[in-house]
């Protein structure tokens, strides 16, 4: 099954999804947002019968007390899969800089997680501009100290770059860990022009939007197809998708492709 990625204020529309579409519900930790939010979310999750993977973003963790208060409340709840990211913006809020850092204190290992994802970035992270050899040493972390993980993507809108990305990493961390899966981030139908405003907050590159809709006059009238994307990427293990157009417009369109 694909999963899925929401802010707290979507967890009720997941009602809305039909059996056997979604397995994973990943919960976004934005700026701003409350741990008490992502803790309600995770409940609401739960008691829907999916799995709740909420972030853990490191640079917006102000110390060790806070991510040990947050770390605990995700598991008292029932959480067993967290999404371990660098966070947003370029400068960390707290004392934390980077996902690393927060595997260096030890404090997840004090917690009984099952799962530690980690984030991929097939078009390269503007925040590291070394993200592919970090984002092995992550992994290698997580193997070391026998944690399950898979590498979930930032949306993407250049083929050619995740492939190649895909081809590259994967025998790198297939040499590590046997068990790690690529899962690959991909938009949900949506505005191009929503597209292009998301692309801009997420470190996605806009040009690879507007290349493909060239027509630049016409964009408030265009709507991405995720197919176009799907139906040429290789090599993955899964798809997890930002539903940026709304959830009720992913299921249509999943309906759609079904019949």
């Known amino acids: 099954m694909h999963s899925l ?3 707290p204020k979507q967890t009720e529309r997941i009602k809305m999804l039909p059996p056997n579409l979604f397995g994973d519900i990943y919960v976004a930790f934005i700026p701003g947002d409350s741990i008490d939010s992502i803790i309600t979310a995770c409940k609401s999750i739960l008691d829907y019968g999916y799995t709740p993977v909420p972030h853990v ?3 917006n963790i102000s110390n ?11 598991s008292d709840v029932g959480v067993k899969k967290i999404l371990a990211i660098g966070g947003s913006g370029t400068a960390p809020e707290g004392i934390f800089e980077s996902t690393y850092a927060i595997f260096e204190t030890g404090l997840i290992n004090q917690f009984n997680f099952e799962q530690i994802n980690i984030a991929g970035h097939p078009e390269g992270n503007p925040n590291d501009m070394n993200s592919d050899l970090n984002l092995l040493k992550k992994l290698n972390w997580l193997t070391e100290n026998n944690i399950k993980s898979s590498i979930v993507t930032q949306w993407t809108f250049d083929i050619t770059k995740t492939n190649g990305w895909i081809e590259k990493i994967k025998p790198e961390v297939q040499y590590i860990s046997n068990s790690c899966e690529i899962h690959l981030g991909v938009a949900g139908p949506a505005k191009i022009t929503t597209l292009i405003n998301y692309a801009r907050i997420c470190g996605v590159s806009a040009a690879s ?3 493909k809709n060239k027509k630049l006059d016409l964009t408030k009238l265009l709507k991405h197809n995720p197919s176009e994307i799907i139906d040429t990427l290789i090599g993955y293990d899964n798809l997890h998708f ?3 157009g709304g959830i009720k417009e992913l299921v249509n369109w999943e309906n759609n492709i079904s019949k």
């Open 209 to 211: 939007i507007i290349a």
């Open 64 to 74: 060790e007390k806070e991510l040990t208060n947050y770390l605990y409340k995700l």
């Open 5 to 7: 990625e929401i802010i």
């Open 242 to 244: 930002f539903p940026f």
């Open 57 to 59: 973003p490191a640079r």
